[in-house]
């Protein structure tokens, strides 16, 4: 089992948070991407460990949170 460090716990935290808010948001408007990315964002974390990788999987996702709005 791979150890968890304070910056991928923290990293794992924040981008929960923001899928969270993104799934709440898509829910109330009724929108189905806000809601599948915030979907993905609050679930990865307990499948990544890595931080480096941590923090870019809740970067691209957040990306494309905000990415399709246009």
Known sequence: MPTVNAWSL???IVF???GLA???YGKRQGL???MLVGAA???YPYF???TLLTFAV???LTGL????KR
């Open 10 to 12: 923290l990293g794992g």
């Open 16 to 18: 929960s948070g923001i």
């Open 22 to 24: 993104a799934l709440t």
């Open 32 to 34: 189905t991407h806000p």
């Open 41 to 43: 964002l609050m679930v």
């Open 48 to 50: 990544v460990a890595d």
């Open 58 to 60: 809740g970067l691209v």
């Open 65 to 68: 949170l905000f990415a399709g």
